[in-house]
């Protein structure tokens, strides 16, 4: 079996591949300050939930964009699993063309979802990834990865809003009724979905433009059920999408080390 792990700024995704199957998974707050000691007792606790013993685990592949907790990652692996971890590293291991300005520069995550995409919904093709930033990743007719665009997250946002504005207050991320917000709560829903939803399609459409053809356009990330319904771009939504990546990329690496 394949542990997986995409460990972002705000949520670490763990899962479990058995051959091509996606078997179980989990979405976890990412905290830089455990040790690798607490990084292999959750996990193990974790897979023996579901009837997975650590020997069990053959191979290990990981996207991380934390670079203080890289090292806790390594010996979290080789202590608890015995395995020398595969590592995402842009313009290294990949096998995706980064036609860009700088390709060490472009994250792991983003290549991920590129790689994934383009495996299963084909090119040209943009990802939109909602999670504690929102990109958009593009890749073109050529199957090169030619860039995107990075906007802040909703999480983010809406602290950034209550922090600076001292008579809002943290409300519900759901899908207000309508547009035009009757109260204060669903003031601030409808600016945060709807306004999402229009910065999602407005970058989109100028995207589809420069790209020219018909690029289909692939949501996932932690958020991306609160947004994809109210959009008119998005064609398509997979919350494993990285998930996937890092299985395609650990096997055109060469599978088990």
Request: hydrophobic share 45%.
């Amino acid at each position: 079996m394949l542990l997986v792990a995409d460990v972002g700024n705000t949520n670490t995704t763990i899962g479990v591949f058995d051959g091509g199957r996606l078997r179980v998974s989990w979405r976890l707050t990412s905290r830089r300050e455990q040790t690798a000691d607490e990084y292999g007792v959750f996990i193990e606790t974790l897979l023996r939930t579901r009837g997975i013993q650590p020997q069990d685990v053959t191979g290990i592949a990981i996207s991380n964009v934390v670079p203080p907790v890289q090292q806790t990652l390594e010996g979290m692996c080789e202590k608890y699993f015995a395995r020398t971890a595969f590592f995402v590293e842009p313009g290294v291991n990949t096998g995706l063309v980064l036609a860009v300005e700088n390709p060490r520069e472009v994250g792991p995550d983003r290549i991920l979802g590129a790689v994934a995409g383009e495996a299963l919904y084909g090119a040209p093709l943009i990802v939109i990834d909602f999670g504690t930033a929102t990109t958009f990743n593009c890749v073109n007719a050529r199957r090169e990865f030619i860039g995107g665009a990075i906007a802040p997250g909703l999480g983010i946002s809406v602290e950034a809003l209550i922090s600076r504005a001292a008579r809002l207050f943290r409300v519900e991320l759901v899908q207000p009724p309508q547009a035009i917000g009757r109260d204060t709560i669903t003031n601030i829903q409808s600016g945060i979905v709807y306004g999402w939803a229009g910065l999602v399609d407005g970058i989109v459409d100028r995207m589809k433009h420069e790209m020219g053809g018909a690029p289909a356009v692939v949501a996932t990330g932690g958020l991306v059920s609160l947004i994809a319904g109210v959009t008119r771009s998005i064609q398509h939504v997979n919350p494993d999408l990285k998930l996937e990546g890092l299985r395609l990329l650990y096997e055109r690496a060469g599978g088990a080390r």
